[in-house]
């Protein structure tokens, strides 16, 4: 059953959100995110713009305090490989739409929050996330 849908995300993302300068999802939402262990996420990003245009990545993260995170794929405090949505290059002049989820086949953790960015330094774009939350009642 949905319990909850809400945009997690809305912002412009700037040139030089890579991996090593990542951004993440408001702390305010930590609690939410992780309030159900089955997540729908849809990303939409437009405005793509940049010298050399990269691709985007979003991985779940999850954590026992609120303060300690790990990603959510891998159980490890880095990201490695492709996120729980990725875009290998992304188009300019459209929106970039994409879909992933988290089935709740291992339960996540009592905070959850995305980490979100470009593949390269040289893409800034806005980015918005879409998040429905499920149970299995």
Known sequence: MRRANFVAFDEFLPLGTSSSAPVFTSAELNAKLGQFDQLAIMIAIDNVGGSSIGGFELFIEHSADGRNFLVENTNSTTPSGSGDISI??????????????????????????????????????????????RDDS
């Open 88 to 133: 290998t290059t992304l188009s300019t002049g459209v929106t970039n739409v994409k879909y992933g989820y988290h089935s709740g086949s291992s339960p996540l953790l009592n905070y959850v929050r995305f980490r979100l960015y470009f593949t390269n330094a040289t893409t800034s774009a806005h980015v918005r996330v879409y998040v429905t939350q």
